[in-house]
């Protein structure tokens, strides 16, 4: 069966009509063709669309011939969280197209996410990836239909529900997930842009955290305790951090059950924030920014300073190798911190005083690092008295109130004077102000408004705890940027950027579903045999599940679709996510 071009002339002027026709043999075995049905007119087809239409229908219909060969890969795993999810049917829901014929903007949206768990890489030649692999197969969208302007009108479409569209994924999520929503892990990145940009209201010049100020996208991500990030949203990078930590917690707030606890960096460690968390009934655990006084409340709370501190019995997980004498110290104590809001409302904070011994030498580290190169300027100086750059005292001065600035500042002492008309520099260090700098080396606040359990008193070593598994939602943005590959962004406008860096945000919840699902069905602590390369077991990731998938293939065959016969980490993978093989192997099992 194919279709036919027939040409026609009627007043002079000649219109070609498209047909169905099919190719049958007589009784007597010659080939003969008959028409089952007139499409209509070539030109009014192209004019309305339908000739689109009718090219995709055909393109899903369209069976490859005995012999091909798709790589399943990964997708069978992304497959099936994509459909637990109910991604597509999500995104059909808010911006509906009419027909079927053509690929849904939920259909593409899917396809973009699989793309990033599966093979990721930036935004070209999607269709190229999609060609070779089952994602026909398994999610019903054709690579031929892939193309660049489709991808960007899908792209286009979801910036202006992508807020509603986070919403409903993270209900989703809970509606068909075991998840513990009960404390969320909040932090933010920046997504780094090489080019100028200079028209975007998204890609703006900010500071990230390696204290530089670089062209940029932030995003914030809200993670649980067991990895999952359920929320994840792009801000422009200009965007104060405050309002954007502020922002997300009002709209899981919304969303989530009351009891909510939120841990979060420094980012949120502003008194007024914490009272306004306090009075939206949103627990908290968050470090205290420096510029709140809460050093000068510990000199009166604990006047022994760091000697009146209790030792604290926790180990983190890299050091427990480690003889008990090479360990990290912890001391710390749990004290009441009342703050008064600007709107005069005392609010009943606590504050847990915790002292590090690694915090405390990369501390002093960092000071003789930087006491040491604000030497080396001074001395640089000293070299070029009387030359082009220092001719003046003015001159000696002004450098070194450049140099002596920031976490030094008052920790040497310099004095300049002019001799013979020739300026002259001293310095040394101030021993007095560095005794009083160092004396809380290692020493930070940690604020909560938690209230004791049933059966104890809250103690410093809980809220400890807490906050120091906010190493799981920065290792979120670490995957972010290495294991869906976010950079290189090849987009310039500001709707499909935001969209992008959202359905990246999608392809984080599913890598973080599915190891959440892996390591929960193993048990507390299991290691899973031939997870690593050379057969070697450990804690699994999912990276280490998608990896363990690469290479596996599926073939058309005379008795249908057949998969390659699966290995024993395979089947275990998938027999504890209790995903479906959708094929039969080629072969025994093991």
Known sequence: ???????????????????LVEAYRNESGQ?????????????????????????????????????TRRVVGPLLLVGHYLKRLGLVELVDGMIPMRGRALLTHGEVIAALVANRLCAPSPLYDISGWASSCALAELLGVPAALLNDDRLGRALDA???????????????????????????????????FSEAYEDSAVVKKGWAADRTIKRQV???????????????????????ELLEFMATIDTLATSLAPGLLVVADSGLGYLESLCSANSANVSFVVPLRSDTGWTERFRVDVPEGLDGLEPLEYCSYREEHLPE?????????LYPFPVTSADGKVHDLRIAYIFSSEEAASVASARERALTKAEEALSRISNGLGGRYYKTQKQVDARVAQILVGPISGLIEVHTATRGGRPCIAWHRNEAALAQASA?????????????????????LEVLKI??????????????????????????????????????????????LIE??????????VSLPGILPEGRAARPTARAALGAFDGFIATYTASGLMVDHLSRVQRTILGLLDVPLPWPEQGGQD
């Open 1 to 19: 069966m194919y279709v036919k071009r027939h040409s026609v002339s009627k007043g002079g002027r000649r219109y070609v009509y498209l047909r």
């Open 31 to 67: 080939v003969r063709h008959r028409v089952l049905c007139t499409l209509g007119r070539e030109d009014e087809l192209k004019a309305s669309g339908q000739l689109d239409q009718l090219a995709a229908s055909f393109t899903r219909l369209d069976p490859p011939p005995l012999g």
């Open 158 to 192: 979801l910036a202006p529900v992508a807020e509603e569209l986070r919403s409903r994924l993270l209900l989703s999520a809970l509606e068909h997930f075991d998840l513990d929503v009960s404390r969320l892990h909040l932090d933010l990145t920046a997504v780094r």
């Open 218 to 240: 932030k995003a914030i991500q809200a993670s649980t305790k067991e990895g999952v990030p359920l929320y994840f949203r792009p801000h422009p990078g200009a965007q104060s």
């Open 325 to 333: 004498n090479e360990r990290t110290r912890w001391k710390g104590a």
């Open 440 to 460: 809380l080396d290692g020493l930070y606040g940690l604020a909560t408004n938690l209230s004791d359990p049933k059966d104890h008193r809250l103690s410093a």
């Open 467 to 512: 906050y120091k598994d906010q190493w799981i939602v920065e290792q979120r943005h670490r995957d972010l940027k290495q294991t869906t590959r976010v950079r290189p962004v090849f987009l310039h406008n500001d709707n499909r950027i935001e969209a992008l860096v959202g359905v990246i945000g999608v392809a984080l919840l599913l890598f973080g």
């Open 516 to 525: 959440a699902e892996l390591r929960s069905a193993l048990g507390e602590g």
